[in-house]
């Protein structure tokens, strides 16, 4: 995978959208994976679940619940994303907190994707401008970036 097709992916992510409100769970997961890159490829659920929480309840529009386990799981989908864990995901009834917690699942970037931005500060920084220009207002980015550890 090229340069090129990793920024295509990451800039049309799929997100749920009503009018112009835009769920930002998926960019938050990502931005915070990101600001993860030299430490880790897989992380925990167990591990991010309060931190996303927190970001989602400080960033995301106000919801009476918060799903964290949504973007975890979904981001497979846009091709970016992989799960490892004890057992498969093979339901959306297995889209749950708890689904993921026993077992003991762990979600990160796909490896030739993860090796790029690695590799890549510049592609890193450019997938960072996306999902910020595209997803969040200007007033609250440069403390997105310092949430997110960026």
Known sequence: MNREEIIYLFRYIKVWKRG?????????????????????????????????KDLL?????????VY??????????DNIWEIQGSQSINSLSDYNDQALLDM????????????ELKNSPGLKYQIEQILLEHYFEPEVLEEILLSVEL
């Open 20 to 52: 112009d409100q835009k769920a930002v769970h998926k960019p938050l997961l990502i931005l915070y994976m990101l600001g993860k890159i030299n430490d880790t490829r897989m992380i925990a659920y167990k591990t991010i679940m309060e931190d996303l």
């Open 57 to 65: 309840i400080k960033y995301g529009p106000t919801r009476q619940q």
């Open 68 to 77: 964290t386990s949504f973007p975890f799981i979904r981001l497979v989908n």
């Open 104 to 115: 003991d699942a762990k979600g990160g970037f796909k490896e030739e994707i993860y090796t």
